[in-house]
């Protein structure tokens, strides 16, 4: 049965990959599953139908037949678990590229949301030349971790996995604050990821929505 997913009708970042059906998105492309995309603006977001889907009015969902999820992990989560590639088959391991899910989005991501949170709604704000430096230093302290535990290495523990792939997700966020570019094994590392055949797949899907030349 083919998924359909939802994404924006018009993405804020037009479309940079920044939204989070990339996400899904690109775990489908890496998996070879074809998805639907039902396309919602903000307004649609915020009504019945959409809540029944998600109820904090928010993108991406995942439909297929009866099974209904929100929350981009959880659904980069189901499709690692019904197709081969997205996690690894050993049970330590699996483990331990599951724990890189959370870290992406529980311990990483927070700091760089926050970041580009600030530069949207407090810009303006009288506080915000002296808030700026502590969000940007939250976000250096975590990079700087990242960074360590990568080293040298490819990809975060192993093969390419849905770790990786919420990480990479989450560390373009932080690319358009500047704060990237002082971890170049980081840098490198997202480079690898973008390089992806699937990713590529998938940031030309989302942006042609944005262009209004979606197939
Ligand atoms: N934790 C959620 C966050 C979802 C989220 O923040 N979606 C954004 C797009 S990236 C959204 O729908 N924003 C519109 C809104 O909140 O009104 C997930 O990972 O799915």
Same mark, same amino acid.
């Given at each position: 049965?083919?998924?359909?997913?939802? @994404? $924006?009708?018009?993405?804020?970042? *037009?479309?940079?990959? !920044?939204?989070?059906?990339?996400?899904? #998105?690109? =775990?489908?492309?890496?998996? +070879?599953?074809?998805?639907?995309?039902?396309? &919602?603006? %903000?307004?649609?977001?915020?009504?019945? =139908?959409?809540?029944?889907?998600?109820? $904090?009015?928010?993108?991406?969902?995942?439909?297929? +037949?009866?099974?209904?999820? $929100?929350?981009? @992990?959880?659904?980069? %989560?189901?499709?690692?678990?019904?197709? =081969?590639?997205?996690?690894?088959?050993?049970?330590?391991?699996?483990?331990?590229?599951?724990?890189?899910?959370?870290? @992406?989005?529980?311990?990483?991501?927070?700091?760089?949301?926050?970041?580009?949170? &600030?530069?949207?709604?407090?810009?303006?704000?009288?506080? /915000?030349?002296?808030?700026?430096?502590? &969000?940007?230093? *939250? &976000? *250096?302290? #975590? !990079?700087?971790?990242?960074?360590?535990?990568?080293?040298?290495?490819?990809?975060?523990?192993? =093969? %390419?996995?849905?770790?990786?792939?919420?990480?990479?997700?989450?560390?373009?966020? @932080?690319?358009?604050? +500047?704060?990237?570019?002082?971890?170049?094994?980081?840098?490198?590392?997202?480079?690898?990821?973008?390089?992806?055949?699937? /990713?590529?797949?998938? $940031?030309?899907?989302?942006?042609?929505? %944005?262009?209004?030349?979606?197939?």
């Amino acid at each position: 049965m083919t998924p359909t997913i939802t @994404a $924006f009708e018009q993405s804020p970042d *037009r479309g940079q990959g !920044l939204a989070r059906d990339m996400r899904v #998105r690109w =775990a489908l492309e890496e998996v +070879g599953q074809p998805y639907d995309v039902r396309l &919602v603006s %903000f307004a649609a977001m915020k009504r019945p =139908a959409h809540l029944a889907l998600n109820p $904090f009015g928010q993108i991406p969902t995942w439909e297929e +037949g009866d099974l209904v999820l $929100f929350e981009s @992990a959880a659904i980069v %989560f189901h499709i690692a678990q019904q197709h =081969a590639g997205l996690l690894p088959d050993e049970a330590s391991a699996r483990s331990r590229a599951i724990a890189w899910m959370f870290a @992406a989005l529980n311990t990483v991501e927070p700091p760089i949301v926050e970041r580009s949170m &600030v530069g949207i709604l407090e810009r303006d704000e009288p506080w /915000y030349a002296q808030r700026l430096p502590a &969000v940007e230093q *939250r &976000v *250096r302290h #975590r !990079l700087a971790q990242l960074s360590r535990r990568l080293g040298d290495a490819q990809w975060l523990d192993g =093969a %390419f996995s849905a770790g990786d792939l919420l990480m990479a997700t989450v560390l373009l966020r @932080a690319r358009p604050t +500047g704060l990237l570019d002082g971890y170049p094994n980081l840098c490198a590392y997202l480079a690898r990821a973008e390089a992806r055949p699937g /990713y590529r797949r998938a $940031f030309a899907a989302q942006l042609a929505v %944005f262009n209004g030349t979606q197939g």
